[in-house]
């Protein structure tokens, strides 16, 4: 796969990063078998789906000139670790917190960032709508990582509030229309953010197409959103 990394993110992992991957996906199927982590259990398409997946999106931070010293980073809905873990691995100097609502999931997660040696992410249980209000998160993060969680204007409600000035929101999705486009703007524009570009690309194995949506924030996001447990899904802005 070294060729695939170099022509379509211009990087290579390291052997020890290598190493990590591969005992990443051991011990996410010794994982699979007392919970529902994931449905893609083949090498090849954990790879793609989950590993590559995950890091396309952030092919800005893989590069060396990537300037901030040591960004702060948020995982929403982080399930079995995606993107979360392999930016982690990837990515040393950034800090990042893995967040889910499922306890068992948190703890599955804590045995991985031990089993691989990872001091620079902490898990974290709870509702994006309750962490986007706690002093110690709204505000605090650089970027916000956000995969399978939702509608993209939820994505927007749950990322733009935990968002520091000026930080970014990275809403991975498969298929994208321009409806979702406009929906989204609305959205974005009641959070303090805007689209700042929505890139298409394609996978390289299976070649389905996917999308990452890249908010940035612009302006102070009004002190009511996120909305109570639940509202963001039942009632998108
Ligand atoms: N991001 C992972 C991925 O792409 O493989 C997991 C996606 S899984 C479909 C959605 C995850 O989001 C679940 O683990 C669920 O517990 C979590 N989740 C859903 N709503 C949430 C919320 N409001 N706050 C925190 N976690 C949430």
């Not at 590993?51 to 000139?65: K, T, Y």
């Not at 691989?116 to 505000?139: D, F, M, W, Y």
């Not at 009641?190 to 302006?219: D, N």
């Amino acid at each position: 796969m070294a060729e695939i990394w170099q022509q379509t993110l211009n990087w290579q992992p390291t052997v020890q990063e290598q190493a990590q991957f591969q005992r990443l996906y051991e011990l996410i199927l010794e994982g699979n078998r007392q919970l529902n982590l994931t449905r893609i259990t083949d090498p090849q398409e954990f790879w793609e789906k989950h590993l590559w997946d995950s890091l396309r999106g952030i092919a800005p931070l893989l590069s060396a000139d990537f300037s901030p010293t040591s960004p702060a980073l948020i995982d929403i809905g982080t399930g079995a670790g995606f993107p979360g873990i392999p930016v982690t691995i990837t990515v040393p100097n950034c800090t990042i917190t893995l967040l889910d609502s499922t306890r068992k999931k948190i703890t599955f997660l804590d045995n991985i960032l031990t089993e691989l040696a990872l001091t620079n992410a902490k898990t974290l249980v709870g509702r994006a709508e309750e962490i986007g209000h706690h002093p110690q998160h709204r505000l605090a993060y650089d970027i916000a990582l956000i995969r399978a969680v939702g509608a993209a204007s939820v994505c927007a409600e749950y990322t733009l509030p935990l968002l520091k000035q000026g930080g970014l929101a990275i809403i991975y999705r498969g298929n994208w229309t321009e409806d979702e486009t406009t929906a989204l703007q609305n959205a974005v524009k009641q959070l303090g953010g805007v689209i700042e570009s929505i890139e298409q690309f394609t996978t390289p194995l299976s070649h389905s197409v996917r999308h990452c949506v890249y908010l940035r924030k612009v302006a102070t996001t009004p002190v009511q959103f996120p909305r109570a447990i639940g509202v963001p899904t039942q009632k998108p802005l």
